[in-house]
Each structure stands twice: as C-alpha cells, then as structure tokens.
C-alpha cells in the first residue's frame, strides 16, 4: 500500500506499536517504512532503545522494555517520523514534532489530522516544548485524542476561525 500511496495502512501502522498494556506509560512510536540512510535515532537515544546497526539504511527498531518515552529521538528525526504516545483515561497522549509557527498553546482545541491529511477529530493541546536551541526549529507539542484514534492521529492543524 505504501509503495503506491505514501501512506501506510492500518496494519503497516499498527506494527510500529507495543500493545495498548505497554502504552500505559510513553513510548516512542517509528514510523520509517522504507528504508533510507539515515540514523538520529538510534545515535540521540541514550538508553539504546533504537537499534538500526552498521547498515544505517536498515529500518530501526526499538526496544519498548528500554524506551522511557523521553523525546530526545522525537526531536532528532529528520522526518517527522517519530512521536510518543501514551495511553491514560480513555485518552491517548501523542508528542509530537512541530516545525510550524506561530505554536499552538496549551488548552487549545485544534483539528486532529490523518495520515491522509484529512480532520478526524478535535485534539487538546495538552503541553508546548519550544524548540531548545536557536537552529533547531522543532517544537514538541503534546495533544490528547479520544483513544479510538490511536492508530489514525498523526498531526495537528489549526481550526479555522
């Protein structure tokens, strides 16, 4: 399906998260499908928790035993390819990257976005980390969802006005 669309589908996203059991505390969730020379990931993350190997082109893994949900590799993906998420209350907790200004700010109601683009449902800007340093340009924002869309959030934009 990827190959054809860009978009992974439902089981291609759904091989990239530990069961709902281990969500209950972050985790980072990769979503590399192809594979590419690129490896951030594995060299930012300080508990090892992302293996790639020699072959920097190889699809990462990781080890959700190790992952503490920190971020560091959140920040570190060149793609946008990576973000936390947590599940707690009915609700699931995605950080994400976010290289768009202005940032959204905390308790704000903004659209939750697809993997198609498409609006799936209004999220909850629950936290805003601006970027750490003046040439990095990525904020992590966090935003709660209703769980039924574990599998379908990936990103946000704002409401129209």
Not at 30 to 54: K, L, M, Q, R, V
Request: hydrophobic fraction near 35%; glycine fraction near 4%.
């Amino acid at each position: 399906m990827i190959e054809k669309t860009a978009v992974p589908d439902k089981n291609q996203i759904k091989s990239r998260f530990p069961s709902k059991k281990v969500l209950i505390r972050p985790k980072a969730i990769i979503e590399c499908y192809t594979e590419i020379p690129c490896n951030p990931c594995e060299t930012s993350c300080p508990f090892d928790a992302i293996t790639i190997g020699e072959d920097i082109n190889k699809i990462p893994t990781i080890d959700f035993d190790k992952c503490t949900g920190c971020g560091i590799c959140v920040y570190s993906c060149p793609g946008l390819a990576i973000m936390n998420v947590m599940i707690k209350n009915g609700k699931a907790y995605f950080k994400i990257a976010y290289e768009l200004l202005p940032l959204p700010k905390v308790d704000e109601k903004w659209l939750a976005i697809n993997r198609h683009g498409d609006e799936i449902a209004t999220c909850k800007i629950e936290q805003v980390m601006p970027p750490k340093k003046t040439n990095n340009k990525t904020a992590l924002i966090t935003v709660s969802v209703e769980q039924p869309y574990l599998y379908d959030f990936v990103t946000i934009r704002r409401a129209h006005e």
